[in-house]
């Protein structure tokens, strides 16, 4: 990377609004064109989730964005939040959980990812977090050495099945109970 190129990574604010949603909604459009079963985004939902981010991560002490600038212009970000899975079941253990981390491809192996990673990870934490978690689209394998690169190990593998129509269901299994 050039050295005019300096990265900067700081909490994301609301100026941010525009280029967080343009950003995830790359995020989404990258993930369905890794895998077509992957939800695309609804109508408006980028800007949706822009002021989501933005108001949960004014408003909640438990969850954090980040922004990496380049020259001026915002070309990553990563959200995260302190989770507590089920604390009436399981031992009190606190997980940071990284819900998205998106870098535009044009600035892509330059570090910013990982720059982004590292700064929630040190809000983490200061939050008393002691592991991180997150998901990764199982097409993603540029996504899953970045992980492994930064220590992360698979833990529980998410699964999914589609369940046929009840019509087709019926259908299937009748013409099959008719075959000789």
Not at 53 to 65: H, M, N
Not at 113 to 125: I, M, S
């Amino acid at each position: 990377m050039p050295q005019s190129e300096a990265i900067t990574v700081r909490p994301a604010a609301p100026r941010d609004q525009d280029a967080l949603a343009r950003l995830w909604q790359a995020l989404v459009d990258y993930h369905v064109q890794l895998d077509e079963r992957l939800p695309r985004a609804a109508n408006g939902a980028a800007t949706r989730y822009a002021e989501r981010l933005l108001r949960r991560t004014q408003r909640d002490g438990r969850a954090c964005a980040y922004v990496a600038e380049v020259e001026g212009q915002v070309v990553g970000y990563v959200l995260g939040s302190v989770i507590d899975l089920h604390p009436d079941l399981f031992e009190r253990r606190e997980a940071g959980f990284i819900a998205d981390l998106f870098v535009a491809p044009a600035h892509r192996r330059q570090g910013i990812a990982r720059r982004l990673v590292e700064t929630l990870n040190a809000w983490f934490a200061a939050q008393g977090v002691q592991m991180v978690e997150w998901s990764v689209a199982a097409a993603n394998a540029e996504g899953l050495r970045f992980w492994e690169a930064l220590g992360g190990q698979p833990i529980m593998v998410q699964m999914r099945m589609p369940l046929s129509a009840p019509d087709e269901k019926n259908a299937a299994t009748t013409a099959h109970e008719e075959t000789p």
